[in-house]
């Protein structure tokens, strides 16, 4: 077990690659307010003209989207699970356990862009535009109805995030990066068991653990973070943390309205009762860390 740590750490911590990696506005692919323009402004576009033309596309059928969409959705659960693994290991490497929860939630304001876990936000950051694929996937198989207003808000959103963690040097992306990593694995890992004929009865779990790291990082934001930086010595990034938390907030709500539409009970069992509590209060307390950011702003 040992061995197999040591051999992880160095290929995806200590690697001269990426012990080296420096993000460098202008240079560093993906770096410029220009590219992330280009790219979302593509992204939109593509699906809005795909959308109102599905109709004359042509049919590829599911003997051929199934095992694109296998593919896909395999590439994109296992690099899901390297960059998790290897943020969480650039974190627990650092030789002086405080930095590593320091680290995790709050840069210091001084810090560089360089280094392990800035690689893997760069990693993050250029996968979300891989997952753009997940749309034109959907509009091929002409399952309109799954293309809905989350989707792609999220979608094209969620690159201006991932920019902004890198061009600010945010403080908490770490968590977020490794948090939302291991949900896509499970997503992923649903969509490709889907794609070669196998449905888990296990949907509903990949609604919820969306649902549970939005709390989770909002909750960590306003009791950790927000402190530290106010009250404390400086967190890095602060005001691209109040984008992500307004994002963050407005991605709970929606997943929360999905949830009830396509989820809805009728029993009271234990377990239903827990996950009501988790879900209603998810979204007050969202809303109380979007009203402290905005007077933290003022």
């Known amino acids: 077990m040992a061995s197999v740590y040591s051999t992880l750490t160095y290929w995806l911590v200590h690697h001269p690659y990426i012990a080296n990696f420096t993000w460098t506005e202008g240079e560093t692919l993906g770096s410029t307010?220009?590219?992330?323009?280009?790219?979302?402004?593509?992204?939109?576009?593509?699906?809005?003209?795909?959308?109102?033309?599905?109709?004359?596309?042509?049919?590829?059928?599911?003997?051929?989207?199934?095992?694109?969409?296998?593919?896909?959705?395999?590439?994109?659960?296992?690099?899901?699970?390297?960059?998790?693994?290897?943020?969480?290991?650039?974190?627990?490497?650092?030789?002086?356990?405080?930095?590593?929860?320091?680290?995790?939630?709050?840069?210091?304001v001084d810090v560089k862009p360089k280094g392990p876990l800035f690689f893997w936000a760069q990693v993050f950051y250029l996968s979300k535009i891989l997952e753009f694929v997940d749309t034109l996937l959907i509009i091929l198989n002409k399952s309109i109805h799954r293309l809905s207003f989350l989707h792609v808000y999220h979608h094209a959103t969620v690159v201006i995030l991932c920019y902004l963690w890198l061009r600010t040097r945010q403080s908490l992306f770490p968590i977020c990066l490794v948090t939302n990593s291991t949900v896509h694995v499970i997503m992923y890992g649903y969509y490709f068991l889907c794609a070669v004929g196998s449905r888990p009865k296990w949907k509903k779990l990949v609604t919820n653990v969306q649902i549970v790291q939005f709390v989770f990082g909002l909750g960590l934001g306003a009791v950790w973070m927000l402190p530290e930086h106010y009250f404390g010595s400086g967190c890095s990034g602060i005001w691209a943390s109040y984008f992500n938390g307004v994002f963050s907030a407005s991605l709970l709500a929606l997943f929360y309205n999905f949830h009830s539409k396509n989820y809805v009970k009728t029993t009271t069992s234990s377990m239903y009762k827990i996950e009501s509590f988790i879900f209603i209060n998810g979204e007050r307390w969202a809303k109380k860390a979007i009203r402290l950011f905005s007077m933290k702003n003022d």
């Open 33 to 108: 307010v220009f590219f992330v323009f280009v790219v979302v402004s593509v992204y939109l576009s593509a699906t809005f003209i795909l959308r109102y033309t599905v109709d004359s596309l042509p049919s590829l059928g599911p003997r051929i989207l199934k095992p694109i969409t296998a593919v896909h959705s395999l590439i994109l659960s296992l690099l899901s699970l390297t960059m998790a693994v290897g943020c969480t290991l650039s974190l627990i490497s650092s030789q002086d356990p405080k930095a590593r929860l320091f680290d995790a939630v709050c840069f210091p």
